[in-house]
């Protein structure tokens, strides 16, 4: 199976790439609702606060790559060829993504100042308020290694100046590419 992986920091636009990937016909998962989904279950209110806890929690109890484990079960279960799987937080994640799998990892870039706009436009129950609740999320999330993984990733795309639909456009491009049977 290919598993093609999305990263990037909060509000880049990630989901919003996998969401274009998934409008092309691919299955997505994403691994902040395996979070979403466990703090409910725990009747926590999903906001950045308790899922973050969440997320940390999950990581100490059951290693650095909990999330992704959650996830693989859902992945296992479609039984397809390429699944999109977004929200890739560290190259644990990825690392264990790569047992018995074939893994590109994109990620997906933009500066501060447009993420926290895109996430201000977005207006999801995790997404912050202010500059000092985005800077801490930042922190979190630099904290478990996602900027190892976007150092890391097979390929970047900028979403500084472009459209949605520019940005699915490219990240379309990318995974044809990598879904292309190998020559040999």
């Known amino acids: 199976m290919l598993i093609i992986g999305i990263t990037g920091m909060p509000g ?9 990937l998934g409008k092309s016909g691919l299955n997505v998962v994403a691994m902040g609702d395996m979070i979403r989904e466990e703090t409910r279950r725990r009747n926590l ?15 100490e109890k059951f290693g650095t790559s909990a999330v ?4 693989l079960r859902s992945v296992r279960s479609m039984n397809v060829e390429t699944i999109v799987v977004d ?12 047992v018995n799998n074939d893994v590109k990892v994109l990620a997906i870039w933009a500066s501060p100042r447009r993420r926290f706009e895109l996430l201000r436009a977005r207006g999801r129950t995790d997404d912050p308020l202010t ?7 930042d922190e ?3 904290s478990i290694g996602i900027g190892v993984a976007i150092a890391m990733a097979d390929n970047v795309v900028s979403n500084e100046t472009i459209s949605v639909s520019q940005l699915g456009a490219q990240a379309l491009k990318i995974a044809t590419e990598w879904m292309k ?3 040999r």
């Open 12 to 20: 880049a636009g990630k989901s919003t790439a996998a969401k274009e």
């Open 140 to 142: 979190r999330e630099l």
């Open 68 to 71: 992704a484990e959650l996830t």
């Open 45 to 59: 209110y999903p906001d950045d606060k308790n899922m973050g806890s969440v997320m940390r929690e999950l990581r």
């Open 181 to 183: 049977p190998v020559e």
């Open 131 to 137: 500059v000092e609740s985005f800077n801490s999320r």
């Open 87 to 98: 929200g890739i937080r560290s190259m644990a994640e990825v690392e264990l993504f790569r």
